[in-house]
């Protein structure tokens, strides 16, 4: 069975930093780009970052660019997303997802998802 | 990287069909076929129903389909069900390895 499981959100003061981790299991990690999306409180979801398989290649929307950094251990199957420079607008829900691949073919789509780990950010 | 437009609200009655619109630009929803749709209850995380515009991940009911006509991307819900009540997303790939998504629409089964 798959599962993420996300883990490091809490309350931060604006400026701040905070590492957010995704444990994967139940399928092979190394073989799949995995993804951030958030959803701050009562809104829609809003994407993040994404990550190859072997982290060659990396992408953040314009919102977080230059302040959040993907990253991932494939011997760990973990997933990271270390947040700089905080602020009240990052405070979210912030979910991990696994791309959507049938065969070696790969989508611009999420079959997994975590239940997600709360960034608040206020001072 | 601007949000794709989605009506903020859908409703309709068990049984009835009920299409929920997606629209971006040729940068986005137009320019690839790359469009998907996510369901999520409330406090649930999102599920993943429709990708590459039309085709369903398995074990997602025949009863959500996908479309596209330029710039805008559908999705359909026939035969609707008390279940159904839900948000809806749109995603789409928006060009130089980003991803953009809908505001949501909050459908409701009266």
């Known amino acids: 069975e798959v599962q993420l499981v996300e883990s490091g959100g809490g309350l931060v003061q604006p400026g701040r930093s905070l590492r957010l981790s995704c444990a994967a299991s139940?399928?092979?990690?190394?073989?799949?780009?995995m993804h951030w999306v958030r959803q701050a409180p009562g809104k829609g979801l809003e994407w993040v970052s994404g990550i190859s398989w072997n982290s060659d290649n990396r992408a953040y929307a314009d919102a977080i660019k230059g302040r959040f950094t993907i990253s991932r251990d494939n011997a760990k199957n973990s997933l990271y997303l270390q947040m700089n420079s905080l602020r009240a607008e990052d405070t979210a829900l912030y979910y991990c997802?696994?791309?959507?691949?049938?065969?070696?073919?790969?989508?611009?789509?999420?079959?997994?998802w975590g239940q997600g780990t709360l960034v608040t950010v206020s001072s | 990287q601007s949000a794709l437009t989605q009506p903020p609200s859908a409703s309709g009655s068990p049984g009835q069909s009920v299409t929920i619109s997606c629209t971006g630009t040729s940068s986005d929803v137009g320019g690839y076929n790359s469009v998907s749709w996510y369901q999520q209850h409330p406090g649930k995380a999102p599920q993943l129903l429709i990708y590459e515009v039309t085709k369903r991940p398995s074990g997602v009911p025949d009863r959500f389909s996908g479309s596209k006509s330029g710039n805008t991307a559908s999705l359909t819900v026939s035969g609707l069900q008390a279940e159904d009540e839900a948000a809806y997303y749109c995603s789409s790939y928006g060009g130089r390895n980003n991803w953009v998504f809908g505001g949501g629409t909050e459908l409701t089964v009266l």
């Open positions: 139940g399928f092979s990690f190394d073989d799949f780009a």
């Open positions: 997802g696994k791309e959507h691949c049938t065969g070696t073919h790969c989508h611009v789509a999420l079959d997994y």
